[in-house]
T-cell receptor, first 115, second 114 residues
């Protein structure tokens, strides 16, 4: 039972254009969402997060949008740069004390930014 | 400020053996979580340790066990290794177990079971 899904395994975009990564979730208990970026041979690096009380959070070139009714979030990268080429993971956590800070991850989207 | 470091980086074990993976948390962090990332998939939560006690566990059998030490470093132990245990094992530390505190990941340990 995959509670967090990233349906696009890969995305190719031209440098300077917008990259849009999508993520869907099924667990209505999730109320905090994060995006991580992962380069080969490195661990995931935190990018940006959003709480369910918001529908948008922006940090420089990165913006995350949350649509709670659709259980959908997206990450926009504008403008895309070659250094953004990596695997991006969407993650979610729920307000369950016993779960600590457990993150449930999607399967990842590999982004290639072409110069 | 040192980041999260894991050792070893690569490991090959035989089915049925036992393995211990190690993680040093980032300075000032008291919470460590372990994740398993199979090839082509996202990381899956194994368990979390906060102040030397287990603070949440994912859907992994008891042969996956852990420890956290007074300096907040941690170990992941896996007994009776199976071929499906082959994966990248990631350790993440944070300054509290609460949600909203971002987890910082190490580079991972690549375990191959043959």
């Amino acid at each position: 039972d995959q509670q967090v899904k990233q349906n696009s395994p890969s995305l190719s975009v031209q440098e300077g254009r917008i990259s849009i990564l999508n993520c869907d979730y099924t667990n209505s208990m999730f109320d905090y969402f994060l995006w991580y970026k992962k380069y080969p041979a490195e661990g995931p690096t935190f990018l940006i997060s959003i709480s369910s009380i918001k529908d948008k959070n922006e940090d420089g070139r990165f913006t995350v949008f949350l649509n709670k009714s659709a259980k959908h979030l997206s990450l926009h990268i504008v403008p895309s740069q070659p250094g953004d080429s990596a695997v991006y993971f969407c993650a979610a956590s729920a307000r369950i004390k016993a779960a600590g800070n457990k993150l449930t991850f999607g399967g990842g989207t590999r982004v290639l930014v072409k110069p | 400020e040192t980041g999260v470091t894991q050792s070893p980086t690569h490991l090959i074990k035989t089915r049925g053996q036992q393995v211990t993976l190690r993680c040093s948390s980032q300075s000032g962090h008291n919470t460590v979580s372990w994740y398993q990332q199979a090839l082509g998939q996202g990381p899956q939560f194994i368990f979390q340790y906060y102040r030397e006690e287990e603070n949440g566990r994912g859907n992994f059998p008891p042969r996956f066990s852990g420890l956290q030490f007074p300096n907040y470093s941690s170990e992941l132990n896996v007994n009776a290794l199976e071929l499906d245990d082959s994966a990248l094992y990631l350790c993440a530390s944070s300054y509290s177990p609460g949600r909203g505190t971002e987890a910082f990941f190490g580079q991972g340990t690549r375990l191959t079971v043959v």
